[in-house]
Nanobody
């Protein structure tokens, strides 16, 4: 069973940066799609970035492309999200998600595509 633990959230002013980490355990030798989602109060969970453990492919939502960078350290089973030029609308709970690859390396940014989830970490960006 895959377990995911996020860390690195906090409060920052607009224009600032944060780096989130997601420590994964229980992964098999299969390849996985690993992704970051966020959810603001009263809004649906939004997929913002995904990465394929078997290659270099990354996927981003338009709202964060050019500002956020997803990366992974497969040796440490850790996923990262570097967030720069943060905006107040980036505030929310950020979740890490994982799913064993069944799509040949294409990672979707839809919540229904992932069955393993972390507990989330809060990010608050003030103006």
């Amino acid at each position: 069973q895959v377990q995911l633990v996020e860390s690195g959230g906090g409060s920052v002013q607009a224009g600032g940066s944060l780096r989130l980490s997601c420590a994964a355990s229980g992964l098999t030798r299969s390849h996985y799609c690993m992704a970051w989602f966020r959810q603001a109060p009263g809004k649906e969970r939004e997929g913002i970035a995904a990465s394929f453990t078997g290659g270099i492919a990354t996927y981003y939502a338009e709202s964060v492309e050019g500002r956020f960078t997803i990366s992974q350290d497969n040796a440490k089973n850790t996923l990262y999200l570097q967030m720069n030029s943060l905006k107040p609308e980036d505030s929310g709970i950020y979740y890490c998600a994982a799913e064993r690859d069944e799509t040949g390396g294409y990672c979707y940014l839809t919540p229904g595509s992932y069955r393993s989830w972390g507990q989330g970490t809060q990010v608050t960006v003030s103006s």
